[in-house]
Protein backbone atom coordinates (compact mmCIF):
# COMPACT_ATOMS: atom_id res chain seq x y z
CA UNK A 1 0.00 0.00 0.00
CA UNK A 2 0.91 3.52 -0.62
CA UNK A 3 0.66 5.53 2.65
CA UNK A 4 0.15 9.23 2.35
CA UNK A 5 0.39 11.60 5.52
CA UNK A 6 -1.96 14.16 6.20
CA UNK A 7 -1.87 17.33 8.93
CA UNK A 8 -2.81 15.53 12.67
CA UNK A 9 -4.83 12.06 12.41
CA UNK A 10 -5.56 11.83 8.56
CA UNK A 11 -3.68 9.49 6.64
CA UNK A 12 -4.18 7.98 3.11
CA UNK A 13 -4.15 4.42 2.05
CA UNK A 14 -3.85 3.46 -1.52
CA UNK A 15 -3.89 0.00 -3.00
CA UNK A 16 -4.67 -1.10 -6.50
CA UNK A 17 -6.09 2.33 -7.53
CA UNK A 18 -8.41 2.11 -4.19
CA UNK A 19 -7.99 4.99 -1.75
CA UNK A 20 -9.37 5.27 1.67
CA UNK A 21 -8.86 8.11 4.40
CA UNK A 22 -8.83 8.12 7.61
CA UNK A 23 -9.90 10.70 10.09
CA UNK A 24 -9.64 14.20 8.02
CA UNK A 25 -10.48 16.42 11.00
CA UNK A 26 -11.29 20.36 11.08
CA UNK A 27 -7.23 21.05 11.28
CA UNK A 28 -6.38 18.96 8.49
CA UNK A 29 -5.54 21.67 5.65
CA UNK A 30 -5.67 19.17 2.59
CA UNK A 31 -9.04 17.24 4.19
CA UNK A 32 -10.78 17.81 1.35
CA UNK A 33 -8.57 17.08 -1.32
CA UNK A 34 -7.68 13.50 0.21
CA UNK A 35 -11.69 13.09 0.84
CA UNK A 36 -11.74 14.18 -2.80
CA UNK A 37 -9.58 11.07 -4.26
CA UNK A 38 -11.31 8.17 -1.81
CA UNK A 39 -13.43 5.87 -2.12
CA UNK A 40 -14.34 5.41 1.40
CA UNK A 41 -13.73 7.39 4.68
CA UNK A 42 -12.86 6.29 8.07
CA UNK A 43 -13.15 7.59 10.95
CA UNK A 44 -12.11 6.34 14.43
CA UNK A 45 -14.65 8.88 16.65
CA UNK A 46 -16.48 11.94 16.62
CA UNK A 47 -14.12 14.85 18.04
CA UNK A 48 -13.59 17.72 15.52
CA UNK A 49 -9.98 17.37 15.04
CA UNK A 50 -10.47 13.69 13.60
CA UNK A 51 -13.97 14.71 11.94
CA UNK A 52 -15.23 17.02 9.88
CA UNK A 53 -19.11 16.88 9.75
CA UNK A 54 -19.58 19.33 7.36
CA UNK A 55 -17.20 18.15 4.98
CA UNK A 56 -18.45 14.52 4.97
CA UNK A 57 -21.90 15.95 4.48
CA UNK A 58 -21.16 17.80 1.36
CA UNK A 59 -18.61 15.05 0.05
CA UNK A 60 -21.62 12.29 0.73
CA UNK A 61 -23.91 15.05 -1.43
CA UNK A 62 -21.47 15.83 -3.94
CA UNK A 63 -20.24 11.95 -4.62
CA UNK A 64 -23.22 9.13 -4.95
CA UNK A 65 -20.20 6.63 -4.65
CA UNK A 66 -18.44 7.84 -1.42
CA UNK A 67 -18.87 5.37 1.70
CA UNK A 68 -18.31 6.38 5.10
CA UNK A 69 -17.72 4.29 7.91
CA UNK A 70 -16.99 5.51 12.00
CA UNK A 71 -19.14 5.14 15.49
CA UNK A 72 -22.75 4.97 16.19
CA UNK A 73 -22.23 9.09 16.95
CA UNK A 74 -20.33 9.76 13.67
CA UNK A 75 -22.55 7.71 11.78
CA UNK A 76 -26.29 9.53 13.66
CA UNK A 77 -25.00 13.19 12.87
CA UNK A 78 -24.48 12.17 9.10
CA UNK A 79 -27.61 10.39 8.59
CA UNK A 80 -27.33 7.27 6.35
CA UNK A 81 -27.28 9.03 3.08
CA UNK A 82 -29.10 5.60 1.29
CA UNK A 83 -26.86 3.13 3.33
CA UNK A 84 -23.74 5.19 2.48
CA UNK A 85 -22.87 5.61 5.80
CA UNK A 86 -22.46 2.88 8.04
CA UNK A 87 -22.10 2.29 11.85
CA UNK A 88 -19.21 0.24 13.11
CA UNK A 89 -17.95 -1.28 16.65
CA UNK A 90 -15.36 -3.60 17.56
CA UNK A 91 -15.21 -6.48 15.81
CA UNK A 92 -16.53 -5.63 12.77
CA UNK A 93 -14.49 -6.33 9.42
CA UNK A 94 -15.75 -4.95 5.94
CA UNK A 95 -13.95 -4.29 2.41
CA UNK A 96 -13.46 -1.59 0.46
CA UNK A 97 -12.30 -2.82 -3.30
CA UNK A 98 -9.00 -5.02 -2.49
CA UNK A 99 -8.53 -3.39 1.44
CA UNK A 100 -9.91 -5.23 4.29
CA UNK A 101 -10.80 -3.31 7.22
CA UNK A 102 -10.81 -4.95 10.94
CA UNK A 103 -12.32 -2.52 13.56
CA UNK A 104 -10.41 -2.94 17.10
CA UNK A 105 -11.53 -0.88 20.56
CA UNK A 106 -13.97 0.47 21.63
CA UNK A 107 -13.33 3.97 23.66
CA UNK A 108 -11.38 6.79 23.58
CA UNK A 109 -8.24 7.09 26.37
CA UNK A 110 -9.06 8.94 29.31
CA UNK A 111 -8.17 13.00 29.43
CA UNK A 112 -9.87 13.76 32.60
CA UNK A 113 -12.57 12.36 35.21
CA UNK A 114 -14.93 14.94 34.45
CA UNK A 115 -14.57 14.62 30.38
CA UNK A 116 -16.82 11.86 29.35
CA UNK A 117 -15.11 9.52 27.00
CA UNK A 118 -16.71 8.87 23.44
CA UNK A 119 -16.48 5.38 21.75
CA UNK A 120 -13.14 5.25 19.64
CA UNK A 121 -12.89 2.53 17.02
CA UNK A 122 -9.19 2.11 15.09
CA UNK A 123 -8.86 0.27 11.90
CA UNK A 124 -6.32 -2.48 10.78
CA UNK A 125 -6.06 -2.18 7.51
CA UNK A 126 -4.90 -4.90 4.80
CA UNK A 127 -3.61 -7.15 8.23
CA UNK A 128 -0.94 -4.18 7.98
CA UNK A 129 -1.70 -0.44 9.20
CA UNK A 130 -3.21 0.05 12.46
CA UNK A 131 -4.58 3.90 13.03
CA UNK A 132 -5.57 3.63 16.75
CA UNK A 133 -7.43 7.03 16.57
CA UNK A 134 -7.85 8.49 20.23
CA UNK A 135 -6.81 5.45 22.27
CA UNK A 136 -3.82 2.81 23.04
CA UNK A 137 -6.00 -0.15 22.20
CA UNK A 138 -3.55 -3.05 21.33
CA UNK A 139 -5.05 -5.53 18.63
CA UNK A 140 -4.82 -9.39 18.87
CA UNK A 141 -3.65 -9.33 15.46
CA UNK A 142 0.16 -8.79 14.41
CA UNK A 143 0.92 -5.05 13.21
CA UNK A 144 3.04 -4.29 10.89
CA UNK A 145 2.83 -0.69 10.83
CA UNK A 146 1.30 1.21 13.61
CA UNK A 147 0.39 4.48 13.41
CA UNK A 148 1.42 6.30 16.84
CA UNK A 149 -0.29 9.92 18.23
CA UNK A 150 2.34 11.89 19.50
CA UNK A 151 0.63 14.43 20.85
CA UNK A 152 -2.80 15.63 22.73
CA UNK A 153 -4.49 16.26 25.91
CA UNK A 154 -4.92 12.63 26.85
CA UNK A 155 -1.42 11.49 25.39
CA UNK A 156 2.16 10.73 27.97
CA UNK A 157 5.21 9.36 26.73
CA UNK A 158 5.22 6.53 29.37
CA UNK A 159 2.22 5.40 28.27
CA UNK A 160 2.66 5.87 24.89
CA UNK A 161 6.41 3.23 24.51
CA UNK A 162 4.45 0.66 26.79
CA UNK A 163 2.08 0.50 23.84
CA UNK A 164 4.72 0.34 21.30
CA UNK A 165 5.81 -2.36 23.44
CA UNK A 166 2.48 -4.52 23.71
CA UNK A 167 1.80 -3.90 20.20
CA UNK A 168 5.54 -4.69 18.85
CA UNK A 169 5.20 -3.30 15.64
CA UNK A 170 8.07 -3.43 13.05
CA UNK A 171 7.47 0.51 12.02
CA UNK A 172 5.71 3.58 14.11
CA UNK A 173 4.70 6.16 11.68
CA UNK A 174 3.76 9.66 13.76
CA UNK A 175 0.20 11.25 13.52
CA UNK A 176 -1.60 13.54 15.55
CA UNK A 177 1.16 15.73 16.16
CA UNK A 178 -0.18 18.91 15.92
CA UNK A 179 0.26 20.12 19.65
CA UNK A 180 4.53 19.41 19.14
CA UNK A 181 7.15 21.63 18.06
CA UNK A 182 9.52 20.65 15.30
CA UNK A 183 11.66 20.17 18.43
CA UNK A 184 9.40 18.24 20.15
CA UNK A 185 8.66 16.02 17.64
CA UNK A 186 12.04 15.36 17.15
CA UNK A 187 12.63 14.95 20.81
CA UNK A 188 9.24 12.57 20.87
CA UNK A 189 10.48 9.84 17.91
CA UNK A 190 14.08 10.21 20.08
CA UNK A 191 12.82 8.95 22.90
CA UNK A 192 10.15 6.31 21.92
CA UNK A 193 12.49 5.19 18.67
CA UNK A 194 14.91 2.33 17.73
CA UNK A 195 17.73 4.12 20.18
CA UNK A 196 15.29 4.54 23.10
CA UNK A 197 12.16 3.32 24.88
CA UNK A 198 10.62 0.96 21.93
CA UNK A 199 13.57 -0.59 19.85
CA UNK A 200 11.47 0.83 16.68
CA UNK A 201 12.06 3.14 14.10
CA UNK A 202 9.95 6.06 14.30
CA UNK A 203 9.07 8.25 11.04
CA UNK A 204 7.88 11.66 10.63
CA UNK A 205 6.25 12.33 7.46
CA UNK A 206 5.75 15.94 6.83
CA UNK A 207 1.94 16.96 5.31
CA UNK A 208 1.78 15.38 1.84
CA UNK A 209 4.80 12.73 1.99
CA UNK A 210 3.95 9.29 1.27
CA UNK A 211 6.03 5.89 1.74
CA UNK A 212 5.25 1.86 0.77
CA UNK A 213 3.63 0.33 3.78
Not at 58 to 80: E, I, N, S, T
Not at 141 to 163: C, F, H, Q, R
Request: with cysteine; glycine share 10%; proline share 6%.
Amino acid sequence: MKLTKYAHACVALEKDGVTVVLDPGTLTPGAAEAVGAAAAVLVTHEHFDHFDADLLTAALADRPDLLVFGPAAVADRLGRHGGRVTAVAAGDTFTVGGLRVAVRGERHALIHPDIPCVDNVGYLVDDAVFHPGDAYFVPREPVETLLLPTSGPWTKLGEAADYVRAVRPSRLIQIHELMLSELGQRSTATLLGEDGLTGTPVTLLAAGESLTV
